[in-house]
């Protein structure tokens, strides 16, 4: 760390639909929030959108100093090009080198990574993971992202790709997913996949019909409804977040034995059922993981909600713009 | 390294069945070999056993300088005790803290590390993933291990248990395993597992006893046996390698997608099928893991054979024992 205490950071997490933007003091803290829909139009609007953000942002008196930005992406960044891959949210992006032209544009050093990464970071700097060493963090969203932390620092693999947990296939004979897999993690539990399976549950079980969810019969939601309903009583609901961490212990339990990480942390808006996903997912990972392995594991929730991304991003500024 | 080319140090491969020990050169090259059977009798016994086996291999004459020891277990070492867990096929060693023991006898640093490991690192450092940074390592045999490099050392996780791949639930519906969980790599891909199916197929299938595994009916054979008569065309063996090729994808690509290593090598008796085995494991992580992370990673033959945990024992103790 180079910077002194009182430097402020930019973290800013790009999603498909949503920006958003925060100053971030050196110790995490969100100082300034700002929050946009992103500008699909072309990627100079984009990078234009960036700079606009990052300027208001740094309009606000507590940005005391010149800090980094860190951006968190729903894609790959190839650690050797530093453009992004696999981003079919974001096609604009794929074409620009976003960090050389928005920081040309602002006058800072800008760094870019997956936004999973990116959330996983936060959580170790100033969340759940906080002083740990070894560490799997995973989000249950739109998809299933995942950070791995080995030695107090983000794994990306030999090119940049490691963390795509939500592609592990869990079920062979399973259903086609987006990616061109059978069975993956994400097609049970993506947040799409659960109202999927829980829009079939109701069409199928009678006593379903009991369910909240159910009425009016065509009302559409969300998994983040779904879990809402969970925890206020909706039995239904439940079973589906059973079910849900079910699932996740199966998938779970062959990261803690592959990698025998210290702490499991499970984030994203699925997450908002509480214990009511996490307690059958470690009851999964127990019965399917190696004792020992389980044993020197913990499994908990995330601590900065959707604000890991962008809180996460500003601290990796902290630490790797230079 | 602090030891001059010249030194020589000892590997020592201590199987269920089998010690298998070497003199090895600074640069793994085997320069003096002993196999015996393991004493099973009690804990002082195998220490005993294990400084005769140094002793002899110190009296060549090649031995030219007091190296280190390091011993590979069939067995997960405790990295904060020291001491050896979930060893069932030497629980007398689980009693005794054997680096301790037998470096007091011989008067050697010894080191002592899961077999895998001990594997992985000697494809790294002599092997098919020499000069790799990021590199998974799995070993088919009776059972299935796995050794992680990242960024090219062992990575050895939170206690020291990590890699344990075999225990990777492949099909959540499956049989029970050894371990207590269901649907194991293991309980599909392993020795006894391709033996078991190959057992099975032959009972059930007409055309099958046109192999020659199956005469004569009551014969005993091990998955080396099917390996060895896939590569001298029997057409059953064939199938039964291809489709064991198939579920080691399911569970490779699950590895690809998460960690992006550059490298998977592939070891043990089984993979003397070579490409019979190789090409089916390939085709089937290709088609489930993401295209970007299968198209940065290779995926080999181990090249040390059998030797491959003497020489990483031997290697290990040159770079870590003090």
């Not at 949210?89 to 006058?107: F, K, Y």
Request: charged residues 25%; contains cysteine.
């Amino acid at each position: 760390m180079t910077q002194s205490d009182e430097s402020t950071f930019i973290g800013i997490d790009l999603g498909g639909s949503t920006l958003k933007g925060a100053l971030v003091s050196n110790s995490g803290e969100i100082l300034q929030e700002i929050r946009q829909e992103t500008e699909h139009e072309s990627s100079s609007a984009l990078v234009k959108q960036l700079a606009e953000a990052v300027r208001s942002l740094r309009a606000d008196r507590r940005a005391t100093r010149a800090g980094a930005i860190g951006i968190g992406i729903p894609g790959l960044v190839n650690r050797k090009t530093n453009r992004v891959e696999l981003m079919p949210n974001l096609p604009s992006l794929a074409d620009i080198d976003i960090t050389a032209e928005l920081g040309r544009d602002v006058g800072l050093p800008v760094i870019l990574d997956n936004d999973a990464n990116a959330a996983a970071y936060g959580e170790l700097q100033a969340g759940a993971a906080r002083g740990r060493r070894d560490v799997f963090f995973v989000t249950l969203g739109t998809g299933i992202g995942a950070g791995l932390i080995i030695d107090g620092r983000i794994y990306r693999g030999a090119a940049g790709f490691a963390g795509e947990f939500g592609h592990m296939t869990i079920d062979p004979e399973g259903i086609e997913c987006v990616c061109g897999n059978i069975g993956c993690l994400e097609t049970i539990c993506s947040g799409p996949n659960i109202v999927r399976r829980t829009r079939e549950r109701l069409y199928r079980d009678r006593t379903s019909s009991l369910s909240r969810l159910a009425l009016p019969r065509d009302r559409e939601f969300t998994a983040e409804d779904i879990a809402h309903a969970a925890r206020d009583g909706d039995e239904m609901a439940q079973v589906m977040m059973e079910r849900t961490g079910m699932f996740l212990g199966i998938a779970i339990a062959a990261v803690v034995n592959l990698l025998n990480v210290e702490m499991v942390v499970m984030g994203g808006g699925v997450m908002d059922a509480g214990e009511l996903i996490l307690n059958p997912t470690i009851k999964e990972t127990r019965r399917r993981a190696f004792p020992p392995s389980f044993d020197s594991c913990q499994i908990v929730i995330a601590k900065l909600g959707p604000s890991a991304g962008m809180i996460g991003s500003a601290l990796m500024a902290r630490d790797q713009a230079t």
